[in-house]
T-cell receptor
């Protein structure tokens, strides 16, 4: 079965640089979520999209932006990178059921290292 | 506000022992969903189970079992006859029961199975 595809899997950037992470959800899934997981921490919700519209926003820095495109893939753009942005970034997708019962399927994550 | 507490930061047991991971949650909602995810050393987040707050029946899947007690706001996870492959970080998570709501994760429990 198709899974959530994230790219790149690993990314190394310098401080103040820009990074872009991509997420390709499971086909026919209409909702995409982005999470950030720092070392030894739990995943923290950043932002989500439903049918290409932003549906919820969490603790996402103003330096970060995201969007979902017409083919449902999503991109997370991070600018003016800081050392503290080093983390594992997960994308998850789900098929909205209306009841909240939808299971989030996570990608393998993109590991960003800021030097 | 939603909150999930996993008081056990790290647990180590010898292979073949049983182990229980605790999860306590807080929510003002009367209906909600609870989840467990596994994060092995490779880093991906793997879905294990979803439980509807209406359904307090315990569930068993092979060596895994879950005990949901709404009266104590707990959703504990037991691994019977543990194996080395069970070594991972386990996250309990909470989700509101409407729309495409985000998952709120607990801080995770790192389980190490000693051969």
């Amino acid at each position: 079965a198709a899974g959530v595809i994230q790219s790149p899997r690993h990314l190394i950037k310098e401080k103040r640089e820009t990074a872009t992470l991509k997420c390709y959800p499971i086909p026919r899934h209409d909702t995409v979520y982005w999470y950030q997981q720092g070392p030894g921490q739990d995943p923290q919700f950043l932002i989500s999209f439903y049918e290409k519209m932003q549906s919820d926003k969490g603790s996402i820095p103003d330096r970060f932006s995201a969007q979902q495109f017409s083919d449902y893939h999503s991109e997370l753009n991070m600018s003016s990178l800081e050392l503290g942005d080093s983390a594992l970034y997960f994308c998850a997708s789900s098929l909205e059921s209306g009841s909240g019962a939808n299971v989030l399927t996570f990608g393998a994550g993109s590991r960003l290292t800021v030097l | 506000a939603q909150k999930v507490t996993q008081a056990q930061t790290e647990i180590s047991v010898v292979e073949k022992e049983d182990v229980t991971l605790d999860c306590v949650y807080e929510t003002r909602d009367t209906t909600y969903y609870l989840f467990w995810y596994k994060q092995p050393p490779s880093g991906e987040l793997v879905f294990l189970i979803r439980r509807n707050s209406f359904d307090e029946q315990n569930e068993i899947s092979g060596r895994y079992s879950w005990n949901f007690q709404k009266s104590t706001s707990s959703f504990n996870f037991t691994i019977t006859a543990s194996q080395v492959v069970d070594s991972a970080v386990y996250f309990c998570a909470l989700k509101r029961s409407f729309g495409n709501e985000k998952l709120t994760f607990g801080t995770g429990t790192r389980l190490t199975i000693i051969p």
